[in-house]
């Protein structure tokens, strides 16, 4: 039998950013809009936004993410295809920079609170 595994708070900081930038930037009815706010409600439970430095991390979070999302937008949406090769190269070197800082970021919550496990990517610096 498996052992239920409490998530770690850099992990409900992400999700909870993820979840706040799919209600805000998903057409409406692309997304269960009353399923989204369930979710950032259940997320926000999890985070001490009351503690300032949490709260700049979690604002941190949420704007990384917010330029992830950016920069895959087009790929997601299947509009790469006329891109050519170096520009879809720059564009995942572009998400790989960002995703060091978004993992810099969950870190620096791990430090702040104590909870959880550093990531570390393979292959560059951290």
Not at 15 to 31: C, F, G, H, N, V
């Amino acid at each position: 039998m498996a052992k239920p595994i409490i998530t770690p708070i850099p992990e409900v900081a992400d999700r909870y950013t993820i979840a706040m930038l799919k209600i805000e930037r998903l057409d409406p009815s692309e997304i269960d809009v009353e399923d989204m706010k369930r979710q950032i409600d259940y997320y926000k439970q999890g985070l001490d936004l009351e503690n300032s430095k949490l709260s700049e991390l979690v604002d941190d979070l949420y704007n990384i993410n917010g330029k992830m999302w950016d920069a895959e937008h087009a790929i997601r949406k299947g509009q790469d295809e006329n891109l050519g090769l170096e520009e879809i190269g720059k564009r995942a070197i572009h998400i790989r920079d960002l995703n060091r800082i978004r993992m810099r970021v969950k870190n620096d919550i791990i430090e702040l609170t104590g909870d959880g496990f550093k990531d570390c990517k393979m292959n560059y610096a951290n």
